[in-house]
């Protein structure tokens, strides 16, 4: 059975990468509690974690925000993930 903040991360990282949450969208803390059916420490784990895997940027004293990929380092992970994938 998955935690409380892993529950949280797999929800808003499917949100992410759905593009529910577009890249530059605040993530309102509220609003995620809500969302996942957790408290607030989950979330604030979960978005700790993400900011950890890069999914989010967290800005000190004003928010989260879904990050944003420039075309170039698109590019570079898919070529590292399609040289990844051949082993």
């Given at each position: 059975m998955a935690t409380a903040t892993e529950r949280a991360f797999d929800i808003i990282r499917s949100k992410i990468l759905s593009g529910a949450f577009a890249p530059g969208a605040?993530?309102?803390?509220?609003?995620?509690?809500?969302l996942c059916g957790v408290s607030r420490t989950p979330v604030r784990d979960a978005l700790r974690?993400?900011?950890?895997?890069?999914?989010v940027i967290n800005r000190p004293n004003i928010g989260t925000y879904v990050n944003s990929w420039s075309k170039d380092e698109l590019l570079d992970m898919f070529e590292l993930r399609a040289r990844l994938e051949g082993y």
């Amino acid at each position: 059975m998955a935690t409380a903040t892993e529950r949280a991360f797999d929800i808003i990282r499917s949100k992410i990468l759905s593009g529910a949450f577009a890249p530059g969208a605040h993530l309102k803390e509220n609003e995620l509690v809500t969302l996942c059916g957790v408290s607030r420490t989950p979330v604030r784990d979960a978005l700790r974690q993400l900011v950890a895997d890069r999914y989010v940027i967290n800005r000190p004293n004003i928010g989260t925000y879904v990050n944003s990929w420039s075309k170039d380092e698109l590019l570079d992970m898919f070529e590292l993930r399609a040289r990844l994938e051949g082993y």
